[in-house]
């Protein structure tokens, strides 16, 4: 069970669209972002942070992966990467290059899913030139935009974070993706998506990703834009962009977890990644167990049940230390 975090948690294998299978790490306190994203798929950020700080030692997140990767290759699962992967932004844990440095020692691939915000930082900059992957947000070319969709720290500039992403890639030598949240209304024009391919062709990353809130926004106004928009957009990207993906579908259904400690891992896992009823059906196969499992976690206030776009989906209750 997670009663408090006070360890680093680190949840799956889980397949990821973008990175196969993937070891997240949870390497910062809850929601401990500098944005507070429309389409947050875990939900408000209650109060945005741009203060670096310690939340777990890179010694305690070492040995943690260390032993979590040693259970894995037991059950015969694989790891393609070690994703930091927090509910916030992974960039706020101030030890996260120290803690880089020893997990190159497991000799796994380190991926990084940012919001780039915190790239202004030179310090930053350095921890991230360690990874092997990075993604990084890129929403809108559009103050306005900006500040509507991803609701940044009033201390934030979003002049200095693009120019931030520029610096960053003139300097990094690993993978480096962008991902573009498209929503209706409010970043899926015509304007709005010719700046943004624009920067991005420029940038020219290895993946552009353009994804769709397909999972229970933090804001229930948020909607997928129309399909006419989406064939209408992509021509746009495309002409701009060398590779451009749609992140459109669900992941896959191959979550790794502790079959001895299922709802420890159905936590682990919901704390940053909704999972569908039809996922939680497989890792619990008999319906009586599920039933009785899930619904003592939902008692108990651990997880909670939601329903969006025709499709049940359980996220872990975040819980402050």
């Not at 991230?128 to 992957?133: E, G, S």
């Not at 300097?171 to 943004?196: A, F, P």
Request: glycine share 6%; aromatic share 8%.
């Amino acid at each position: 069970m997670i009663p408090h975090r006070r360890n680093p948690v680190i949840f799956g294998p889980v397949p990821s669209r973008r990175l196969g299978q993937s070891l997240g790490i949870i390497n910062v306190s809850p929601k401990q972002c500098s944005y507070s994203c429309v389409y947050c798929q875990i939900g408000e950020t209650k109060l945005p942070n741009t203060i670096r700080g310690t939340y777990f030692g890179p010694g305690e997140i070492y040995e943690t992966v260390r032993k979590k990767i040693e259970k894995i290759h037991a059950s015969g699962l694989k790891i393609d990467y070690l994703t930091f992967v927090p509910t916030g932004e992974p960039a706020l844990d101030e030890n996260i290059g120290e803690a880089i440095k020893l997990l190159k020692y497991l000799d796994l691939k380190i991926a990084i899913i940012s919001n780039a915000s915190m790239l202004t930082r030179e310090d930053v900059k350095n921890d991230f030139l360690q990874a092997d992957y990075i993604s990084l947000k890129i929403d809108t070319l559009s103050c306005k935009t900006w500040l509507k969709i991803n609701r940044p720290h009033a201390h934030l500039k979003f002049h200095e974070i693009i120019q931030g992403i520029e610096d960053f890639k003139k300097i990094y030598h690993g993978t480096l993706v962008t991902e573009t949240m498209l929503v209706k209304d409010v970043n899926d024009s015509i304007e709005e998506v010719e700046r943004i391919a624009d920067f991005i062709g420029d940038l020219n990353p290895d993946i552009a990703f353009l994804a769709l809130p397909i999972r229970p926004p933090a804001m229930d106004w948020v909607r997928i834009p129309d399909e006419g928009t989406l064939i209408d957009l992509y021509p746009i990207f495309q002409a701009r962009i060398n590779r451009v993906e749609y992140l459109i579908d669900h992941e896959g259904s191959d979550f790794g977890y502790d079959k001895d400690d299922i709802r420890t891992s159905i936590l682990e896992i919901t704390l940053v990644h909704p999972l569908r009823e039809d996922v939680l059906k497989q890792m619990i196969p008999d319906a009586k167990e599920n039933e009785y499992i899930i619904n003592e976690l939902i008692i108990k206030k651990q997880l909670t049940k939601s329903s969006y776009k025709g499709k049940t989906f359980y996220l872990g209750k975040i819980i402050n230390n």
